[in-house]
């Protein structure tokens, strides 16, 4: 159990991955940690290439971030290293929204309705929500995206976080490749501590 005011939240990032704060310092991140941040450019990307994939990169986070914000993101976290010769398709957002009620009976009704499994997170119970969503093309998404929501009431405020996974894997949601970035998010999820003042 937490003792203090929650001033926020901490978590470890797995190698590779970046934060980009989506409420003040949003564009000096895109900068730093996306574009000149970006490590190896991906096998298959020509050298003289490199430039236009990187720019290419940084407006679609962009777009994400723009995205998350309007929904009350806090913050967007993406990989920015190529992994076994290729960029992950993944991405996740923390963000904050109002909530009423008491927690207990709110995540209970959450759970319920969602089908989602009650967990403790830096020790606060919360519900982790895990389903696929279909391809929207009217939005620009293509194919089917797994993904995981966590929903955590923060202690002691009438606030709720919400850290919310997507990936689209290697294409098929149920394969071995986008469950073990499932299992990565979730192992991530048990470094999550709150920020006390």
Known sequence: ????????????????????????????????????????????????RGMAFRAEVRRRV??????????????????????GGAMVAASFVVAEVAGEGAPEAVLAGLARETAGEVREVAGTVGVRR?????????????????????TLP????????????STVGDGDPGSEFTRVLVELFDALMTTFRWSLA
Request: charged letters at 25%; a negative charge.
């Open 1 to 48: 159990m937490t003792t203090g005011t929650v001033v926020g939240y901490t978590l470890v990032l797995p190698p590779g991955w970046v934060r980009v704060p989506l409420r003040e310092g949003t564009d000096k991140a895109l900068d730093e940690k996306v574009f000149r941040g970006m490590g190896v450019v991906p096998e298959g990307v020509p050298r003289d």
């Open 62 to 83: 962009e777009g994400m971030a723009r995205e998350a914000r309007a929904g009350g993101g806090l913050d967007l976290y993406v990989p920015v290293e190529a992994r």
């Open 130 to 150: 895990e389903y696929v969503a279909p391809p929207e093309p009217d939005e620009g998404i293509e194919t089917y995206a797994r993904h995981v929501d966590y």
């Open 154 to 165: 923060v202690p002691d405020a009438s606030r709720w976080l919400t850290v919310t996974f």
